[in-house]
Each structure stands twice: as C-alpha cells, then as structure tokens.
C-alpha cells in the first residue's frame, strides 16, 4: 500500500505569495494531522482533522493559515500571504482515528522557503 | 500539563557499541508511547509503540523500549549500533483526551563513528 504522499516536495518562492502543500492520506484513514518542524521550535502539530471535521486547530499559527479536507483522502494546507518566518519542513500523517493506540504514518514533508 | 522529555540533544557512538536514548514522559493515566526516528530529508518512521501488557517491547531495525512506570520513562534500546541507525529519534505521547493528538519530545540526534 502506499503511505502518505505530500506534494510538492520542496517550494520556494517569494513573500507575499499564496502557498499550497497537499497531503494523501493511506487509504482507509481517517484523521490526518499536519505538523510543522523548524529547527528552533523542534516538530508543531498544527491541526488535525477526523472524519473532514477539524478537531483541534490550536496550533494555526495565525489566520495565514488554513487547512481543509475537501474529501477523505486529501487535504490542503494554505499559507496567504506567506511570510520568510514560514520557512519550514511540513509534514502530513495520518492514522485511523478515533482510536488512540494507533500510530501516524508521516508523509516525507514539504520543504518551505519563503524567500 | 502532559509532556515529553528527551534529555540529549545528542548522542555520539561507536558502531558496534550499544545504545540508549532517554525519554521521560509527564503524564497522569497510562500513556500510549511511541518512539519514531527520521532520517535527513524524510518524514518520521514508527519504530515501536506500547500500550498496555508486558513492559519491554520489540521494534523494527533491532530497537526495543522499555517501559517503566514508577520512573516515568521509556527509554529506547539497541544492543549494536550500525553506521545507518544515524538520524534523529522522536518520543511521542498520546493524549487521551485529544483521540490520538501526539505530542513529541524535542528529538536526540544520533551519530555513529566508525
């Protein structure tokens, strides 16, 4: 089966520029979680989801941000407008939800320069 | 409030040699723990989890971890370290309360000299 795939892989591009990342999740899952790792601030979940519902969106760095699950196997994490400080690695994992031994199976992420 | 603690940022050993990283959790129930590692440029790999039952448990590429309550820790293991085994390796928790949120410690990155 394959696992989580993230797109693209890596995206530069300049302030002020709307960014999109996206995430697959492994068929069958239903919560997907979306984290983002910076070397000062170590690895953030940002949100996640289950069932398409957001269930705890605390981590939204500000409202720059936003995610969605347009269905149950995709979801997009939106940055307008983008600032250098979103300069990161984002990662999607997902597992079956609504049961807590279940581990996350991450994407490989999504290597973010805002230049 | 519910954390993870991973005391090493890093960690230098010799191939061949064994190894133990160190993970303390802070958390009121019995935890659901998991230690992931990540190599460069790739996301974070499951290398075992417990939940309940017997308190050492296997994982993948040789690890094993080792819960143990009355320390509030679970510590990962390898008794011979080979020169791949270099990357850096989270220790997660789960919250209950949250379904299965995870909260991670701050990683230690290894290396291996040969």
């Known amino acids: 089966d394959a696992g989580v795939i993230q797109s693209p892989r890596h995206e530069v591009t300049e302030m002020g520029q709307e960014v999109t990342l996206r995430c697959k999740l492994i068929?069958?899952?239903?919560?997907l979680f979306w984290y983002r790792q910076t070397m000062m601030r170590g690895l953030e979940l940002l949100i996640y989801f289950n069932n398409n519902v957001p269930i705890d969106d605390s981590g939204m760095p500000e409202d720059r941000f936003s995610a969605k699950m347009p269905n149950a196997s995709f979801s997009t994490l939106k940055i307008q407008p983008s600032e250098p400080r979103d300069s990161a690695v984002y990662f999607c994992?997902?597992?079956?939800?609504?049961?807590?031994?279940?581990?996350?199976?991450f994407g490989d992420g999504t290597r973010l320069s805002i230049l | 409030a519910q954390s993870v603690t991973q005391p090493d940022i890093h960690i230098t050993v010799s191939e061949g040699a064994s190894l133990e990283l160190r993970c303390n959790y802070s958390y009121g129930a019995t935890p659901y723990l998991f230690w992931y590692v990540q190599s460069p440029g790739q996301g974070l790999q499951l290398l075992l989890k417990?939940?309940?039952?017997?308190?050492l448990v296997q994982g993948i590429k040789g690890f094993e971890a080792e819960f143990k309550r009355s320390q509030s820790s679970f510590n990962l293991r390898k008794p011979s370290v080979h020169w791949s085994d270099a990357a850096e390796y989270f220790c997660a928790v789960v919250l209950m309360e949250y379904g299965n949120k995870l909260v991670f410690g701050a990683g230690t990155i290894l290396r291996v000299k040969s």
């Open positions: 994992a997902s597992s079956l939800g609504g049961v807590s031994n279940q581990p996350q199976h």
């Open positions: 068929s069958g899952h239903n919560s």
């Open positions: 417990y939940f309940s039952g017997d308190t």
